[in-house]
T-cell receptor, first 116, second 109 residues
Framework: GAVVSQHPSWVICKSGTSVKIECRSLDFQATTMFWYRQFPKQSLMLMATSNEGSKATYEQGVEKDKFLINHASLTLSTLTVTSAHPEDSSFYIC????????????FGPGTRLTVL | GQNIDQPTEMTATEGAIVQINCTYQTSGFNGLFWYQQHAGEAPTFLSYNVLDGLEEKGRFSSFLSRSKGYSYLLLKELQMKDSASYLCAVSDSNYQLIWGAGTKLIIKP
């Protein structure tokens, strides 16, 4: 089956530092990947749509200069949280759309970010 | 605008049956998904409906009525491990998923 990995699974960092999260589709190609954020007891919030070889599309209210997305290959997208602050602490989840079937997204296991 | 509605929370008894409803209004429709999400984990796929009718998969079934903009997820023979949030999502005309807020299902012994 389609597998998506995320790395790291959890990270603790100091305020002001930058954190990079990787999302990989392991056995399929994904032109499009999605980045979500989820705060405790809340639903998934789509942050941005990542497109291979082009700029990401950000949802309203998401700062593109703070959440840098790079989708350099058909199997890898990265999200960098720049100058992280405690309010950025959240569960970040990526998903990837299989190029062979637009109708399903496969989710990574998520990355829990804690900013001290 | 686009909108997905589902109940915030439901409670059911172990061994019983529960139905979680979802209504939607979206720009275009390319299918409806149900996902299960346990606390602290990513969502896992349960079902996909694109045509009207009932899809059965073991203890879980999902129903769709496109004309009514309505779906439900039916869980039978409830087990304690079914305690989770259940997310309804619709694929719109751009194949982007529009998410409901999720229904927290609490199973009591």
């Amino acid at each position: 089956g389609a597998v998506v990995s995320q790395h790291p699974s959890w990270v603790i960092c100091k305020s002001g530092t930058s954190v990079k999260i990787e999302c990989r589709s392991l056995d399929f190609q994904a032109t499009t990947m999605f980045w979500y954020r989820q705060f405790p007891k809340q639903s998934l919030m789509l942050m941005a749509t990542s497109n291979e070889g082009s700029k990401a599309t950000y949802e309203q209210g998401v700062e593109k200069d703070k959440f840098l997305i790079n989708h350099a290959s058909l199997t890898l997208s990265t999200l960098t949280v720049t100058s992280a602050h405690p309010e950025d602490s959240s569960f970040y989840i990526c998903s990837a759309r299989d190029n062979r079937d637009y109708n399903e997204q496969f989710f990574g296991p998520g990355t829990r970010l804690t900013v001290l | 605008g686009q909108n997905i509605d589902q109940p915030t929370e439901m409670t059911a008894t172990e061994g019983a049956i529960v139905q979680i409803n979802c209504t939607y209004q979206t720009s275009g429709f390319n299918g409806l998904f149900w996902y299960q999400q346990h606390a602290g984990e990513a969502p896992t796929f349960l079902s996909y409906n694109v045509l009207d009718g009932l899809e059965e998969k073991g203890r879980f079934s999902s129903f769709l009525s496109r004309s009514k903009g309505y779906s439900y997820l039916l869980l039978k023979e409830l087990q304690m491990k079914d305690s989770a949030s259940y997310l309804c999502a619709v694929s719109d005309s751009n194949y982007q998923l529009i998410w409901g807020a999720g229904t927290k299902l609490i199973i009591k012994p």
